[in-house]
């Protein structure tokens, strides 16, 4: 389990088919939650953890991190860009039914 | 409007072909991403935050009824219900998949429309005057030229890799620019010469982004037929020497700038005069052949009416008086008249649609406006052929889907970038300011008392929101990883084009809008008479009242 104290990291990228959100786990799969995201806490790691994600570019482009603070649900996001990304629009759409793509489960 | 010829038709044919076997290979994992990418984006794919987004062509802005139709069906049935009419005159959607791409572009080849130029570094969209062709002080109606410039800029072999992208305005009224050329790569106003002979005055290197700049004068008249051929030279001396070394420093705008403007018209001279009497030389036949398709309407004999009197007599619906006063134009012809739809209403996100709006204003084209509609750069729509007599008939049609709102021109008839709800290059969200703004503002009475402003908010430096040119400019910035927004004040686009400045330190997210209502108190408090328009007052006056009622005292700022 990942300390829950200093720098983590989350490596993520957006999908081929749709463009949505996605973040990495521990066992190289996808997931469309950023709190049930692989929190990383060291560089070293981090660094492979990206290498191997750029392995998977059929599926996923332009894979990056990001730091993150350890919330009592999981990694949480502590910029805007990254927050609004996990979560979705902050503004209404025009399709009252309508979800925002990364707010599917995972 | 102008119709497709054959080749025209396959060529958007083909190129969807086309894209459909690059999906198809990326797909299956056969080319990576970034093989991809300059592919996708030369059909107006790009990767935003959430999902991809398609940018889709409005050559100039003019859409008929059966095109609006098949954007609200690509809407319905590929999107999320929606579509966000651009700047550039231009449709996004914001939610298609991947593979759905190719077919959203054959059917839009099915009406003539795609997505070809739209993105990359090349010659984009030609935008024009919302009211061409219409309006009643424009000389000569632009549009012909305007697609005489599609037609030579799609798939010029000479520029598909310019240094950076490039965008040109064309407007047929000298006297009073709609179409903002000032603040485009090249700027065309059709003129006339001391002889009374018709062609273009030439501007350059006019542009937004990190470094506003106005455009110059590269030539102060040039003949019609050389209109193409004077194009090319410009664009072979900035594909030469513009610079590819830095993206930020790569618009044309900087090498006019670095090169001044004298020696850039004398390059541009000497290679044009290499290439003046070549292939691309004007004949009156073929610009006839183009107008052609733009020809008046077939209008009926009608009398004119006083539009001030007309929205006084219409009895006792404040919102009609309002609509009538603020959303309807002049028209050229008597009797009609044009009529702006504003994509503004309270608490919808700036210049979008639904799919059942859509579908509702080719209805109503067809029904009041001879099929026609007009995006226009500040992201609302024009009906541009209606009869006056059916104004209110019309007005009660909008008002039954939300497209009523009689705001045209004023506070909240705002330009507003996705920004960061949406964008992967913005710093801050625009689209919930606007809102906020429209939710603090939205008494018409109030916007009518403060008259005519103009709102434009960014969420970030590249100025996609025009904050430069709004009397009233917001900026979005990111402020150790919060929203802050700049206020510039004293922008204008148009014949009295002027650069915005910033007043002073920024804003945070919960007091730009008071920061806007101070400004609007100052400019109420202060002005001399209601005639005084706010970019006048400004002009007046200057910032010391403005950073005095923001900041204290003028020296925080």
Known sequence: ?106 | MYQYDAHDQQIVEERAAQFRGQVQRRLEGSITEDEFKPLRLQNGLYMQLHAYMLRVAIPYGLLSSTQMRKLAHIARKYDKGYGHFSTRQNIQFNWPKLADVPTILDELAEVQMHAIQTSGNCIRNTTSDHYAGIAPDEIEDPRPYCELIRQWSTFHPEFAFLPRKFKIAVTGTPDNDRAAVRFHDIGIRIVDNEAGERGFEILVGGGLGRTPHIAKVCREYLPYEDLLSYLEAILRVYNRYGRRDNKYKARIKILVSELGIDEFRSQVEAEWEQIREGALKLVREEIDRVRHHFEPAKYRELPERDLSVLGQSLGGDPGLRHFVRNNVERHRQPGYCAVMISLKARARPPGDASDTQMDAIADIADEFSLGRIVVTHTQNLVLPDVEQARLTELYARLAEHELATANAGLLTDSICCPGLDFCNLANARSIPVALEIGERFDKLDYLADVGEVSLKISGCINACGHHHVGNIGLLGIDKLDEEAYQLVLGGAPGNDASIGKIIGRAFSRDQVVDAIETVLQVYLGNRQGEDERFIDYYRRVGQAPFKEALYGDHKKG
């Not at chain 1, 720098?7 to 996605?22: F, R």
């Not at chain 1, 939650?33 to 806490?41: C, H, P, V």
């Not at chain 1, 925002?100 to 489960?105: M, N």
């Open chain 1, 1 to 106: 389990m990942a300390r829950s104290r200093g720098t983590h990291y989350v490596v993520t990228a957006n999908t081929t088919d749709d463009g949505s959100a996605v973040y990495l786990q521990h066992d190289g799969r996808w997931v469309r939650r950023l709190n049930q995201a692989w929190a990383i806490a060291s560089e070293t790691t981090r660094d492979a953890a990206l290498d191997r994600a750029r392995t998977q570019e059929r599926h996923i482009c332009d894979p990056y991190s990001f730091k993150v603070v350890i919330g009592p649900t999981g990694p949480r996001a502590t910029n805007t860009r990254e927050q609004i990304r996990g979560q979705g629009p902050t503004s209404p759409l025009r399709r009252p039914d309508s979800e925002p793509a990364t707010r599917l489960s995972a």
